[in-house]
């Protein structure tokens, strides 16, 4: 597709040991059998295979999947409008339990995006290789996430139009925000985190962009691909810049995701509600958040890989080590379940015990309780075995499972916490409506029209990094 | 394009290699012959490609150290003087200035102004947004960003000596030679 001027340039096929990673890695043997580059590949037949949805025409399968997801869009906007024509009184929110789908919702979204930091930042700094065909794709996960778990929290303030009030602005009131509030510091840490992935993932695309750029077919789309790129030149001086600061870029998004979910739980470990003021919530929300992440990447790379044609980049190795990730941190799950109910017995707090062995267990959700536990300890058990790690189809199921069972998690803490509390008085039954549903169902819709978007017309997979990785194995 | 009344400044000669260490040999030839102005393009960082064009340390984690710097300060500072000092709020009696309840926004601010200075770092430090460059003027040049592998050299049109330049990349085994001027934006 480019306008190659002669064969010659596919001799980079011999160049000699002269790249290395972002991290400058030196060239490593690979040891591990299964190969994270399948074929024999020059980086202009990567540019092509890599680069090639992006020019084609979107696929009756394409269209089957954006249709409804744009409805799902739809329903969101349509609910976001009756909430606030009418007020929060449309969600199944009561006393006590004033806090519902909105926040089991936000936090399932973040720590779904947590997976995406984790994948292209931590996985780079360890130099773990096979990140590189999946991080661009999880990084893009990661930023639409949190724009859907962005949104509940705004909305559950009630009059959104007023949610400049958490910000430090010079106030004709003269009184600020309340810094000791846990809801202020979400405030910096999702509107960081967003702002950061949001940089990690463009600094990551300039290069793939003036790809696109100079394969383009017609010069509307080289114009387009032009601007976005910025005019990046891939020049020695560039690259030298470039290298550090993506490197650290890395650096900053590691430690943020650790804090932005352990500020997800000081949402409710610095309450007094029994079942929240663990002191094991803080890593047991990040394990949380890094499983069931690593389980989305899975549920949308299964597909996508076969439908762009990137088998040869996301190969079964890139599967199966993100199922062991997904076995790793199932455990700590499972410890964290562990932990927080002997604690309750260990520590004899009447409250603690009546909300963990009479309410969550044998409760009016206790359905919800024992479908998180099956979905989240004894599901993830299935990929010590390799044949479920390397099984699509167990894999897929298996992903989607854990979604479901965390999601479970997050009610099974928020609601049954609520409801059942210190006084037997102010006890009270808890039930979403429709319009609870349709939100979260919304922003299902609203998620899926983003990411296909962005598999329709940015480069799914980070071609640059490929392409150093491919000349990288060669040697 | 580039004969649309030109105002000429700099001349450009690029030339593609064939792979990154035949550009990198080159890149050492051609400055040990006293060009200054060098620059190599490809799709990937090259493997010693900052020592051949003798690249000094990148500031950006400079630029990103000031960023966070700048952060801490400014949270810790506002957040002291907003709820202790400006108009204190007492919420279940605990202290204004309670440290630790500062901590978590003084780290939030500290990598975001430090990720945003990287960004804009790195965009300073590259010239970018530079939608037009001459280089571009070379249609064989669209490579750069593919698959190829390029040089370019440039120099003012009176000192410059394009013709013996040109030969020396082919020699070198440069292939698409080609010379361009600068246009005034």
């Not at chain 1, 840490?189 to 290069?207: D, H, K, R």
């Not at chain 1, 210190?422 to 899926?448: E, H, K, Q, R």
């Not at chain 2, 040089?151 to 030679?177: F, H, M, Q, Y």
């Amino acid at each position: 597709m480019s306008p190659v001027h002669d064969p010659a340039s596919d001799s980079d096929t011999h160049a000699a040991a002269a790249v290395a990673g972002a991290a400058t890695a030196p060239a490593q043997v690979d040891l591990e059998g299964a190969p994270l580059i399948i074929g024999e590949h020059t980086s202009e037949s990567l540019n092509k295979s890599l680069l090639d949805h992006v020019w084609r025409k979107a696929g009756p399968g394409w269209w089957a999947l954006f249709l409804p997801s744009l409805a799902g869009s739809g329903l969101l906007l349509t609910c976001i409008v009756l909430l606030e024509w009418r007020g929060v009184g449309v969600w199944g929110n009561n006393q006590p339990v004033g806090w519902a789908f909105d926040i089991i919702n936000f936090v399932w979204w973040i720590g779904i995006g947590h997976a995406g930091t984790l994948i292209s930042a931590i996985l780079l700094l360890f130099q773990q290789k096979w990140r590189t065909s999946i991080n661009r794709f999880a990084e893009a996960m990661t930023l639409f996430a949190v724009l859907c778990a962005a949104l509940y929290p705004t909305l559950h303030t009630g009059r959104p139009w007023f949610d400049y009030w958490l910000l430090p602005y010079p106030s004709t009131l003269g009184v600020g925000p309340n810094f000791k509030s846990p809801l202020v510091w979400d405030v910096f840490a999702i509107s960081t985190y967003l702002t950061v992935s949001f940089l990690f993932w463009y600094v990551g695309l300039i290069p793939d962009l003036a790809a696109l750029r100079d394969s383009s077919p017609t010069r509307r789309k080289r114009i387009v691909y032009g601007l976005l790129s910025l005019g990046w030149r891939g020049s020695g001086r560039h690259w030298h810049n470039y290298k550090i600061a993506y490197l650290l870029l890395a650096g900053l998004s590691t430690p943020l995701v650790v804090s932005v979910h352990t500020i997800v739980s000081f949402d409710f470990a610095t309450g007094v509600i029994p079942g929240w003021h663990t002191t094991v919530f803080p890593p047991y929300f990040v394990a949380g958040a890094v499983f069931s992440g690593f389980a989305m990447v899975v549920t949308l790379a299964v597909p996508a890989r076969k439908f762009l044609g990137l088998r040869h980049v996301i190969t079964d190795r890139h599967l199966e080590n993100m199922n062991k990730v997904i076995l790793a941190t199932g455990l700590i799950v499972a410890y964290g379940y562990l932990m927080e109910h002997f604690v309750a017995w260990y520590g004899g707090n009447e409250y603690e015990q009546h909300l963990f062995f009479s309410n969550r267990a044998a409760g009016p959700f206790h359905r919800v309780y024992f479908l998180m536990l099956f979905c989240n300890v004894v599901i993830p058990q299935l990929f010590w075995f390799k044949r479920a790690r390397t099984s699509i189809a167990w894999m897929w199921i298996a992903s989607i499972l854990i979604n479901v069972g965390m999601w479970c998690e997050r009610f099974i803490i928020i609601v049954t916490s609520l409801q059942q509390d210190f006084l037997p008085s102010s006890w009270d039954a808890y039930s979403p409506t429709w319009v609870d549903w349709g939100m979260y169902i919304g922003t299902l819709g609203f998620f899926c029209t983003l990411f296909l978007l962005f598999l329709k017309f940015l480069p799914a997979v980070a071609v640059s990094e490929v392409k150093e990785l491919n000349q990288e194995l060669k040697h | 394009m580039s004969h649309r009344a030109p105002k000429p400044r700099k001349l450009w000669t690029v030339a593609e290699f064939a792979s990154a260490e035949a550009l990198l040999a080159a890149v050492r030839a051609v400055r040990e012959r006293g060009h200054q102005d060098v620059d190599t393009y490809s799709p990937y960082p090259l493997h010693h490609g900052s020592e051949a064009l003798g690249l000094k340390k990148s500031r950006v984690p400079m630029i990103a150290g000031f960023g966070a710097l700048a952060g801490v300060t400014i949270a810790y500072g506002f957040m002291y003087y907003i709820n202790a000092v400006d108009f204190p709020i007492n919420v279940g009696n605990r202290l204004p200035h309670p440290p630790p309840m500062f901590v978590p926004i003084t780290f939030e601010l500290g990598v975001l102004l430090s990720a945003l200075s990287i960004f804009f770092g790195l965009m300073f430090l590259s010239r970018l947004p530079q939608p037009y460059h001459p280089v571009f003027d070379h249609e064989a040049f669209r490579t750069a960003s593919t698959h190829g592998f390029w040089i370019s050299v440039a120099g003012a049109p009176a000192s410059s000596d394009t013709e013996r330049l040109e030969t020396d990349l082919k020699a070198l085994g440069g292939t698409n030679v080609a010379t361009m001027r600068e246009e005034t934006p």
